[in-house]
């Protein structure tokens, strides 16, 4: 056992010796990467940085190269007065400051920058290459201004020569579409081939300058001259347009609106909402105004100014038709309306010269009255502003596209009168329809009664029962209530209808009553004949038939029927069939 228990021990000791190993071969190993990873990044950065430094430099060589001699050189042999000539020192002078100072200075920092890199001085580095960077952005920008403005004279001939080609060019194209077209310029043409002449004369101040190398006049003379040619293109083209509108057409317009605007009032139109004496006076002073400016070819807004005003006036002709269209609509309403309104009149004041009568034939209500009133007064209303619309057009006030819609408005007041006025009659009337039909109901009620008397009357009853009287009795009683009612002034209408009902149900009931009582009376006496022929053939059936007679005699009717068709039942079973069936017929 003790050897067994070393033995483990040194196999446990043995194990946790490799573990270690293990784990410290690993942290060399990571050691040893993060170096190199770490050495790898820094000659990066110092590779990046180098390479930063060449480029600076690059570029520095760049602004010494930059062809700002040559170009001078070109200039020494152009130089022909003062002014060219102090302009050259001048730049002789910059770009000796660019040479001797500015690229200097950017060579001793990139000396610097060289040591800073061998130093491996990073953080202070950085804020030199930045400085450097600024001062190369300077110079580059020094150098690259000095050179335009060099080559501003050095290229200044071939290249305003070549934009004086193009406007020259341009400019014969107008002065010939000027010469071929030049009636339709009319007044203005003096003053575009003054502007002709003056373009000429700019054309003579560029060779002039050209001649003399005074460049910098030269672009004020080729940006004159693009201006001008560039208005005359706008002159050449819009200037007959300008003038066939402003001295043909818009006064030709205007005096036909002139014209059409005078018959029309002379026919009763009212056209003074349009305002046109002073609108076409406006039109007029602005058209003077215009061609005052076109002659001194300002153009500005000119074609716009006229376009609207040809507008305006295109729609005073809208206007005319819309008169003229509005006049025939109301000329063809109004008397339709006129007819119209007084036939509501005359209906409304005849309903209030009867309204006392009215009010003492019937029962009317405090709101049938009020409505009636309310309708009278919106007549009133109607009427006068009907009136009112008549003054005005008759009187030339009122112009007809308003008059056409007021008559509309008031046509719509009227028709919506007419509408409530129907409705209010219509229950007036039915109190006298009601009123009618109760007189003749009366009548027929009466005549109801007669038949049924007249019904008992044809058949010799023995007995005629009491519920037959009674109901005489109510009928009769309802048929007075309706005269009553009929009597009393005012009616109500509602009472009056209540008592015909009644009436009549008393009526119908009692007609019923007799007619059923006869004509079970008929059958009753018509079974016990037709039994007669068995009585002696069957003791019950003599007893049936004595006891239906002494019913019959008795006003007992409908027993006395039974009691006989129970009895012939015993010789015919089906004789109950036959008697329904005469009773139906």
């Not at 005074?214 to 003379?221: C, G, L, R, T």
Request: with cysteine; aromatic share 6%; proline share 2%.
């Amino acid at each position: 056992d003790k050897m067994i228990m070393n033995t483990r021990k040194y196999e446990v000791k043995s194990m946790t010796t490799g573990v270690l190993l293990i784990v410290a071969t690993y942290l060399i190993v990571a050691v040893i990467l993060v170096t190199i990873i770490l050495h790898l990044i820094t000659k990066h950065h110092q590779t990046e940085i180098e390479r930063e430094v060449e480029q600076l430099d690059k570029e520095k060589n760049l602004i010494a190269s930059t062809p700002v001699l040559s170009e001078l050189s070109k200039v020494e042999a152009i130089v022909k007065n003062d002014k060219m000539e102090e302009r050259y020192k001048d730049w002789q002078r910059r770009f000796e400051q660019i040479k001797e100072e500015k690229l200097v200075r950017i060579n001793d920092m990139i000396i610097d920058l060289d040591l800073f890199v061998e130093n491996k001085d990073i953080k202070n580095l950085r804020l030199k290459i930045a400085k450097t960077e600024m001062e190369i952005y300077k110079a580059r920008t020094a150098a690259n201004k000095l050179l335009s403005e060099v080559q501003e004279i050095t290229v200044s001939e071939e290249k305003y020569r070549h934009i004086i080609t193009k406007l020259k060019t341009k400019y014969r194209e107008l002065l010939k579409e000027f010469h071929d077209h030049e009636s339709d310029y009319k007044d203005i043409k003096d003053a575009i081939s003054l502007q002709f002449e003056n373009i000429e004369r700019r054309f003579a101040d560029f060779e002039e300058t050209m001649e003399n190398n005074e460049y910098s006049e030269v672009v004020h003379i080729v940006k004159a001259l693009d201006t001008m040619i560039s208005h005359m293109g706008i002159v050449v083209s819009e200037v007959p347009n300008l003038v066939l509108l402003a001295e043909e057409l818009i006064p030709r317009r205007i005096l036909e609106i002139k014209n059409t605007s005078e018959t029309m009032i002379e026919s009763g139109y009212s056209l003074d909402y349009l305002n046109i004496p002073y609108n076409i006076e406006a039109s007029e002073k602005n058209i003077s105004n215009i061609l005052d400016r076109i002659k001194v070819l300002n153009l500005e807004d000119c074609m716009f100014e006229l376009k609207t005003m040809l507008d305006y006036l295109d729609s005073l002709f809208n206007d005319f038709e819309k008169e003229a269209i509005a006049r025939k609509v109301y000329d063809e309403n109004v008397n339709a309306f006129e007819e119209k309104l007084s036939k509501i009149n005359s209906l409304l004041e005849n309903i209030y010269v009867q309204m006392p009568d009215i009010k003492n034939m019937y029962d009317l209500k405090e709101n049938d009255v009020k409505v009636i009133d309310e309708l009278k007064g919106r007549l009133l209303a109607i009427n006068v502003n009907y009136k009112a619309l008549l003054e005005g057009v008759n009187n030339h006030e009122t112009p007809y596209s308003k008059a056409a819609r007021e008559l509309e408005t008031i046509s719509n007041l009227l028709n919506t009168l007419q509408d409530d006025l129907d409705i209010s009659l219509k229950n007036l009337g039915s109190m006298y329809d009601d009123e009618t039909r109760a007189k003749e109901q009366k009548d027929e009620l009466a005549n109801l009664l007669k038949e049924a008397k007249n019904k008992i009357k044809s058949y010799k009853l023995p007995i005629i029962t009491d519920n037959y009287y009674v109901e005489l009795s109510e009928a009769k009683e309802a048929i007075r209530e309706i005269e009553r009612e009929l009597n009393n002034k005012p009616i109500v209408i509602k009472t009056l209808n209540t008592r015909v009902d009644t009436a009549r149900d008393l009526a119908i009931k009692l007609y019923n009553t007799a007619n059923e009582m006869v004509k079970t009376a008929e059958m009753a006496e018509m079974a016990i004949v037709y039994g007669n022929r068995y009585r002696s053939d069957l003791k019950e059936i003599d007893t049936g038939l004595t006891n239906a007679t002494t019913l019959f005699y008795k006003g007992k009717y409908r027993s006395s029927l039974e009691c006989a068709i129970h009895a012939i039942e015993l010789m015919e079973p089906e004789i109950s069939k036959s008697l329904v069936n005469l009773y139906k017929d």
